[in-house]
T-cell receptor, first 111, second 114 residues
């Protein structure tokens, strides 16, 4: 079936390090992907998105890379801060309606 | 600009009861989507409403139903509650209908079914 998933359930880094969170998807027809951050007790917060006609997109301290050949995307966070500690989800937007989420990666940043 | 709001924050029900959850979309948004998030899992799409009509539905039984009102606010109704319905229910609003677009999430309603 079609699904979006993340490679690792947890990631622990030191403050100031760069973090990389990975996600694999199975539907080769997917054309829009989003990364969300969810803090405890809150709803998912949009971080960055990318469409299939792009390989890379940069935001403030974040970069998303899309490799359509192997159906993989990643989220890179530069100079990770304690406030970045949260659960990160990749999601695929299908036909403008449903967001299909993976299970999430918990990022823990220690100072 | 007002963000997405949901009510109530928490709710406890018993098996077999019915529940109604409410969502006010972000100002200017005309599309509302509902998601169920079980503990430790990613959100699962329930359905979406656009201009008061259901526009897409996930793999949820008919006892999950919804409404969207002319002011774009929305309700999620769940009948005959089951223990597995215990979850965080998220509402998301967006402006664009087709081609994908950013969905803004509310804080969610935590439903516990005993």
């Amino acid at each position: 079936g079609e699904s979006v998933g993340l490679h690792l359930p947890t990631l622990s880094v030191q403050e100031g390090d760069n973090s990389i969170i990975n996600c694999a998807y199975s539907n080769s027809a997917s054309d829009y992907f989003i990364w969300y951050k969810q803090e405890s007790g809150k709803g998912p917060q949009f971080i960055i998105d990318i469409r299939s006609n792009m390989d890379k997109r940069q935001g403030q301290r974040v970069t998303v890379l899309l490799n359509k050949t192997v159906k993989h995307l990643s989220l890179q966070i530069a100079a990770t801060q304690p406030g970045d500690s949260a659960v990160y989800f990749c999601a695929e937007n299908q036909a403008g309606t449903a967001l299909i989420f993976g299970k999430g990666t918990t990022l823990s940043v220690s100072s | 600009e007002t963000g997405v709001t949901q009510s109530p924050t928490h709710l406890i029900k018993t098996r077999g009861q019915q529940v109604t959850l409410r969502c006010s979309s972000q100002s200017g948004h005309n599309t509302v989507s509902w998601y169920q998030q079980a503990l430790g899992q990613g959100p699962q799409f329930i359905f979406q409403y656009y201009r008061e009509e259901e526009n897409g539905r996930g793999n949820f039984p008919p006892r999950f139903s919804g409404l969207q009102f002319p002011n774009y606010s929305s309700e999620l109704n769940v009948n005959a509650l089951e223990l597995d319905d215990s979850a965080l229910y998220l509402c998301a609003s967006s402006l664009v209908l087709a081609g994908g677009g950013e969905q803004f999430f509310g804080p969610g309603t935590r439903l516990t079914v005993l």
